[in-house]
């Protein structure tokens, strides 16, 4: 089983719907989660933490998380073309004696006009 | 001045070339990290450092060969590599083990 997994897409929505990307994760001991962007050829950023089991909203962008359902998401309201991008999920594990902050291999979301 | 700052940009070198990757970061944080991208892959955790200690090695073959000489920088020395090993390497930096990483621009490696 992966660490962390996503549906590589890509996922396409019209300008102005909601986007709603999707993660899952294996450890069940997980406190700490990211949501990062990267545009093609670019390195990734952050656009989203959220540590509490609920919804944490910023913007147009809100993340949900189910500690029990080991699942977090992400929702982009009003979707715009410039939000076309890779979404990637990572998560703190404890492993091997250390936290290590693993990805998901990402969610490509394309926004059409 | 950006956060996290690695240089260079992009690099292609030879199978026998060494060469060095450097990262520097200005956000006073005392965990830095190397990650390899490949293509259609997720992410992948190489080392990192704490408090300039190297607490991960994750199986990197010994052709890489990370330094830290203090909170503020590190290196990845690279020599022998093989062509699968071209990629994109993104060194990161958090202030704490449990909190969010911040990336540099990446160097994009093509070996020939």
């Known amino acids: 089983q992966k660490e962390v997994e996503q549906n590589s897409g890509p996922l396409s929505v019209p300008e102005g719907a909601i986007a709603s990307l999707n993660c899952t994760y294996s450890?069940?001991?997980?406190?700490?989660f990211f949501w990062y962007r990267q545009y093609s050829g670019k390195s990734p950023e952050l656009i989203m933490f959220?540590?509490?089991?609920g919804d944490k909203e910023d913007g147009r962008f809100t993340a949900q998380l189910n500690k029990a359902s080991q699942y977090v998401s992400l929702l982009i309201r009003d979707s715009q073309p410039s939000d076309s991008a890779t979404y990637l999920c990572?998560?703190?594990?404890?492993?091997?004696?250390?936290?290590?902050?693993?990805f998901g291999a990402g969610t490509r979301l394309a926004v059409h006009p | 001045e950006t956060g996290v700052t690695q240089t260079p940009r992009h690099l292609v070198m030879g199978m026998t070339n060494k060469k060095s990757l450097k990262c520097e970061q200005h956000?006073?944080?005392?965990?830095m990290y190397w990650y390899k991208q490949s293509a259609k892959k997720p992410l992948e955790l190489m080392f990192v450092?704490?408090?300039?200690?190297?607490?991960e090695n994750n199986s990197v073959p010994s052709r890489f060969s990370p330094e830290c000489p203090n909170s503020s920088h590190l290196f990845l020395h690279l020599h022998t590599l093989q062509p699968e090993d071209s990629a994109l390497y993104l060194c990161?930096?958090?202030?704490?083990?449990?909190?969010?990483?911040?990336f540099g621009q990446g160097t994009r490696l093509t070996v020939v």
């Open positions: 990161a930096s958090s202030q704490a083990w449990n909190t969010e990483a911040f």
């Open positions: 450890d069940r001991g997980s406190q700490s």
């Open positions: 959220i540590y509490s089991n």
């Open positions: 990572a998560v703190i594990m404890f492993s091997g004696g250390y936290n290590k902050l693993i």
């Open positions: 956000l006073g944080h005392n965990a």
């Open positions: 450092y704490s408090l300039e200690e190297r607490v």
